[in-house]
């Protein structure tokens, strides 16, 4: 277990770049004081931001590029423009060179991914990587992949999914057999895609020692938090992800006006103040910023690219956690337990 992460940032990623990235190291440093940095982009301005943040500056190693990829530029123009000399790449190239534990980045999600792809190669006999994110819920937070790295999977690629994911939630949770549902349109086993059903037939015969399959759960499940990991497609998943935030945003529309409707509501928002700010909390995304690229020959975390500060500090939360807590060995051992198990 390694004791001192080195987290790699692409510093010029996102929408707000520096402005975003440099507050929420220095958030995430105060957290994990044995933190360190190696921060990818414009020196000069990456020196200007730490000059405000002195316990950063010290644990913060800069490596200069001019080159950053733009949140307009699709996969295969960043690739061209930015292979080896963007602050990106040079961040996923840290992990590989073994320089970082994982590498952070609120920039362009499938440049993200193709770079990642490109640089770090695949783990195992895995073809394609997925994007795994936390999901508040009534009893916590759960893991829902995928959330729209790929589109489309077959039996064989769901119930890889269903092992990276469940390995992921031995680290976030502390669970030795996380319990895995994958995502359908009703519980009966009659029911679903027949690549669903054939990847929940195989997850029930492997019987996998780390993993507690429960089967089926359904679209309110999510909310709940029936199971610890919601196995699902890149399509759907990246659906009900967009879903469940425009369903937060015009709840929390709907309360502001109706609280603000007439003194008598106002005088209610006010007795009802404490609740309502642990509301505001619970379903605070900042809080659950940070998605995981599971798959790769090493560690890679999205950040939201629209993201604050503290948004920003979740993400490299994550990849701390990740790191410190050797997700790529969980991960691997994992996928032989699943290949002795799972027929080819």
């Not at 440049?111 to 795994?132: D, F, Q």
Request: aromatic share 4%.
């Amino acid at each position: 277990m390694a004791q001192n992460v080195c987290i790699s940032v692409d510093a010029m990623g996102g929408d707000h770049g520096i402005a975003t990235v440099i507050p929420g190291a220095a958030l995430a440093l105060e957290r994990h004081p044995q933190m360190r940095f190696l921060m990818f982009g414009d020196e000069q301005q990456i020196t200007a931001a730490l000059d405000k943040h002195p316990k950063l500056k010290a644990a913060t190693e800069i490596r200069h590029t001019d080159v950053s990829i733009s949140m307009a530029d699709k996969p295969g123009q960043a690739l061209r423009a930015g292979r080896g000399k963007s602050s990106m790449w040079m961040a996923i190239q840290a992990v590989k060179d073994g320089e970082a534990g994982a590498a952070v980045s609120a920039g362009n999600t499938g440049a993200l991914m193709a770079m990642s792809r490109m640089c770090l190669k695949t783990v195992g006999h895995i073809e394609r990587p997925v994007l795994a994110a936390l999901w508040p819920t009534q009893r916590g937070e759960s893991i829902v992949l995928d959330m729209g790295a790929t589109i489309g999977a077959d039996a064989s690629h769901l119930v890889d999914m269903a092992v990276m994911g469940a390995a992921m939630a031995r680290i976030v949770f502390n669970y030795e057999r996380p319990s895995v549902g994958l995502l359908n349109v009703g519980v009966e086993e009659v029911k679903g895609l027949e690549t669903v059903k054939e990847a929940s037939r195989l997850l029930r015969e492997a019987n996998l020692p780390n993993l507690d399959y429960r089967g089926f759960v359904e679209g309110d499940d999510l909310g709940k938090g029936s199971v610890d990991v919601v196995v699902t497609e890149g399509f759907t998943g990246n659906i009900a992800l967009k879903t469940a935030e425009g369903t937060a945003k015009q709840i929390s529309s709907f309360l502001k006006e109706a609280l603000g409707r007439t003194w008598m509501t106002k005088l209610g928002y006010l007795l009802a103040k404490q609740a309502f700010d642990a509301l505001r909390e619970k379903l605070d995304p900042r809080k659950s910023n940070g998605a995981v690229f599971l798959g790769l020959e090493g560690i890679v975390i999205k950040s939201h690219g629209g993201t604050d500060a503290l948004g920003f500090a979740s993400a490299i939360d994550i990849a701390y956690d990740m790191a410190h807590y050797d997700l790529m060995r969980t991960i691997r051992e994992m996928l032989e337990q699943e290949t002795a198990a799972v027929p080819a």
